[in-house]
């Protein structure tokens, strides 16, 4: 599968390392973005280094003549921006919907009843939000786009900043943009 | 219902946390460079925001105020501040690990978001019951999310406009943002 894409306005692209080599096809760990990065503190504050991050399952070839890829080389990855987008929606502005609807809902009843109302709305918009996840699971799932250019500057060493986290996470289906 | 909206559009354009309080200024400047960054901070930042003024009121009223410990309320903020992001950071995993990678990075910036303890403290002083505190939470937070938006929108065509040298990157992102506060004062008064 050719897995070259590219640059497009409709992808949101990232960074990947390969972090192993499975016959013909390879395992990518996306790097974090760590908005943090530079802070000599990032190793203690929590937002670093010790979350679990996701991997996919990719085709080591990249086509076009290009030679295969190889354990630490580093990838861009795009992510369909229109469903990062309505995933962002569901997961943040559905629960808030739904809680502040109960809230308005309760309204002229005491607090008592109001927070009630807020935990129960907040609760059946995390569910509904869950189920819908299931959905657009698959259209989350990053393409590879090609080979980084120059990484130097923009990714790190994981030996040295623990820049890749995670552990892992089995993604069978690739899909193609 | 009006209550609720007067509400809603008093804390979103005329009295905008950012261009009329000056809360959060650090986000605004530094994840306005782009469209995705904005929206993802602001989303965010919404159900963060909306969540913690509701659990700050919760955290007055049934334990500071009626203990007389009101003393420890920036403190105690700061701590169910911290824990709603937490919290935040887990649902997101759960629901949907790929947006959690994508952007999830945003999360642990709002911990340190003054317009998140400024709109908690403001709200608690105003004396509102539940579901008007909670409004003006999400209010806040939708004003704040607006502005976003739309800095990052001008941030975009002024990265391709012909500035002068010295001007460009955030010095005329500033003059903009002084530019957009002054746009909104123009609210000022409406709704009554």
Known sequence: ?177 | MQDFLLVLLSTAIVNNVVLAKFLGLCPFMGTSSRLDTAMGMSLATTFVLTLSTGLVWVAESLVLAPLGLSFLRTLTFILVIAAVVQFTEMVIRRISPPLYEALGVYLPLITTNCAVLGVALLTVQAGHGFAASLLRGFGSAVGFGLVLVIFAGLRERLALADVPKVFEGAPIGFVTAGILSLAFMGFAGLGG
Not at chain 1, 34 to 43: D, F, K, N
Not at chain 1, 112 to 125: E, N, P, R, V
């Open chain 1, 1 to 177: 599968m050719n897995t070259l894409h590219e640059p497009d306005d409709a992808l949101i692209e990232g960074l990947a390392r390969v972090v192993a080599l499975d016959r013909d096809q390879v395992w990518l760990l996306a790097e974090q973005p760590a908005a943090c990065g530079s802070c000599a503190t990032r190793s203690a504050c929590g937002s670093g280094s010790a979350k679990p991050g996701a991997s996919w399952r990719a085709p080591r070839s990249l086509g076009h003549g290009q030679p295969p890829l190889s354990l630490g080389d580093t990838v861009r990855i795009g992510v369909d921006r229109s469903a990062l987008t309505r995933a962002s929606l569901t997961a943040y502005a559905l629960p808030l919907a739904t809680m502040l609807m109960a809230v308005v809902a309760m309204q002229g009843a005491s607090d008592a009843m109001a927070i009630a109302a807020a935990l129960f709305g907040l609760l059946l918009g995390v569910a509904a939000a869950r189920l819908l996840a299931r959905r657009w699971r698959h259209a989350l799932v990053p393409v590879v786009l090609g080979r980084a250019a120059n990484t130097a500057g923009s990714s790190c060493s994981p030996s040295h900043t623990g820049a890749l986290r995670g552990i892992a996470i089995p993604v069978v289906q690739q899909r193609s943009l």
